[in-house]
């Protein structure tokens, strides 16, 4: 079946360190995939998201481009800093974005600690 | 943008006894909500599927008479773990889409312990 496989954490760094959360993933067909981030105490955001081989997603100086080939959807940013400290989840959603009964399943979750 | 609130955030509950979890959305309408359990340093694990006035659909393995799911209006589901038992003892999220807009809004997750 379906799955997402990510690094294990934490992944502890610097401030202005650059940071790399590989995932990748099992499916057939064309997936939709994402990243989610969980901050301490809160839900899960959507950080960004891809739906086609070679889109890059981007948000808040974080990028992640869908390889086919290599089916991976690997995080970076290039200067992380405290703020970004979280839990980050990659995921896939089956078929196209829309359907809304598509279900996520995600990675384990990668816990980012980035020091002062 | 989209909120879904979860209550309560963290629960003691004893064994045998009934917890319910409940998740609203505040701005959106959720035609759909699923419900997730994370163990530690594991996956999100889809539970079940619920459409606001149906049945909800349970993923494989998950016992549909112990975790019962309520998705009543829609703006409101709830989890209810019956006859609860240390091994229920998990991290529970809901995540709600409305059909006019595809993004996944979650809730703030219950720790759950059954002591």
């Not at chain 1, 703020?83 to 384990?108: E, M, Q």
């Amino acid at each position: 079946g379906d799955s997402v496989t990510q690094m294990e954490g934490p992944v502890t760094l610097s401030e202005e360190a650059f940071l790399t959360i590989n995932c990748t993933y099992t499916a057939t067909g064309y997936p939709s995939l994402f990243w989610y981030v969980q901050y301490p105490g809160e839900g899960l955001q959507l950080l960004l998201k891809a739906t086609k081989a070679d889109d890059k997603g981007s948000n808040k100086g974080f990028e992640a481009t869908y390889r086919k080939e290599t089916t991976s959807f690997h995080l970076e940013k290039g200067s992380v800093q405290v703020s970004d400290s979280a839990v980050y989840f990659c995921a896939l959603s089956r078929g196209n974005y829309g359907g809304a009964t598509n279900k996520l399943i995600f990675g384990t979750g990668t816990l980012l600690a980035v020091q002062p | 943008g989209a909120v879904v609130s979860q209550h309560p955030s963290r629960v003691i509950c004893k064994s045998g006894t009934s917890v319910k979890i409940e998740c609203r959305s505040l701005d959106f309408q959720a035609t759909t909500m699923f419900w997730y359990r994370q163990f530690p340093k594991q996956s999100l694990m889809l539970m079940a599927t619920s459409n606001e006035g149906s049945k909800a659909t349970y993923e494989q393995g998950v016992e549909k008479d112990k975790f019962l799911i309520n998705h009543a209006s829609l703006t409101l589901s709830t989890l209810t773990v019956t006859s609860a038992h240390p091994e229920d003892s998990s991290f529970y999220i809901c995540s709600a889409r409305t059909a006019s807009n595809y993004g996944y809004t979650f809730g703030s997750g219950t720790r759950l312990t059954v002591v």
